[in-house]
């Protein structure tokens, strides 16, 4: 055979052998990332469902599939977001029951205090001969009192300030022109639900210590309003005696108001700003997704 058709025969072959070998290693490629992607599927998986328990979706849970030893870890992983669900709803569950109990606490501790200054004005009234004005305020303090007693935490802005209203009044019987009151909401912020009694130790404290040590006219302003649909904004304003400030730590009554309000609303504000001789004014901020979660 001479070499010319040889060489020819053997170009042949090469360019087969070449083929092959070009075939073979594009399916080996293809065969590799195909059991690739078959054995880190269930890894990727289990990473992307930890990243979504750890920005707090507990919901999620991974699709076991076979017996194998990539499934027994999905299924003890699974085990473990449930057992970690169940902590935190036992430790919420357990924080809110405390922070019920303390809100109730506090809430328990105005109502002997709030009685205790309401019939020391009756003593008064009764000393003075103002029988029919006993009378009167006595009507007032049964519609409080029902009020107070209704088996409800939580009230709505309109109903707090009608009780504000009445319990107003019923001071007014006894300090007469002494005390002025202007109580005002608006449409906005009526419905808004708020800690029944919250605002009453603020108006008690106002007649109480602001009002009652001075003997000439005073005036007493309540005022809640919605700022730009997002916050509920309530203020109790006297011209009263004022105190200083820094013993406010001493009184009952803004003592209770201040927990009260970090337990019902955390990212709740309370400012106080007090004179002597000049007055108080108390500011209260609520974020309106708190008032209404």
Request: glycine share 6%; proline share 3%.
């Amino acid at each position: 055979m001479p070499n010319s058709e040889i060489i020819s025969q053997l170009r042949w072959l090469y360019i087969i052998g070449g083929l092959f070998a070009v075939c073979g290693l594009f399916l080996t490629v293809i065969v590799f990332f195909l059991l690739s992607k078959w054995i880190i599927r269930p890894f990727k998986e289990i990473i992307w469902t930890m990243k979504k328990v750890e920005i707090g979706n507990l919901q999620t849970r991974l699709q076991v599939r076979g017996t194998d030893e990539v499934a027994q870890i999905g299924l003890a992983f699974n085990r473990m977001i449930n057992q970690v669900e169940e902590l935190i709803v036992r430790e919420y569950q357990a924080k809110f029951n405390q922070q019920q109990a303390e809100y109730r606490s506090l809430q328990a501790q105005i109502q002997p205090h709030f009685l205790y200054n309401i019939l020391n004005g009756f003593i008064g009234l009764n000393r003075i001969g103002e029988h029919e004005k006993l009378e009167e305020s006595i009507i007032h303090l049964s519609k409080m009192l029902r009020y107070i007693l209704a088996g409800r935490d939580w009230t709505c802005v309109k109903d707090e300030c009608d009780f504000l209203a009445w319990y107003c009044q019923l001071q007014q019987l006894r300090f007469q022109d002494r005390l002025q009151y202007h109580i005002r909401y608006d449409a906005e912020s009526m419905s808004v639900p708020i800690p029944k009694l919250l605002l009453q130790p603020l108006v008690e404290n106002s007649i109480i210590h602001g009002i009652e040590p001075l003997n000439q006219p005073r005036e007493l302003n309540v005022d809640v309003h919605m700022v730009n649909n997002h916050t509920l904004s309530i203020s109790v304003t006297d011209n009263g005696a004022g105190f200083d400030a820094s013993k406010a730590g001493k009184s009952v009554g803004l003592t209770n108001v201040k927990e009260r309000l970090q337990l019902a609303y955390p990212e709740g504000e309370f400012a106080l700003d007090s004179r002597i001789g000049e007055g108080t004014r108390i500011h209260i901020q609520i974020p309106i997704k708190e008032a209404f979660k």
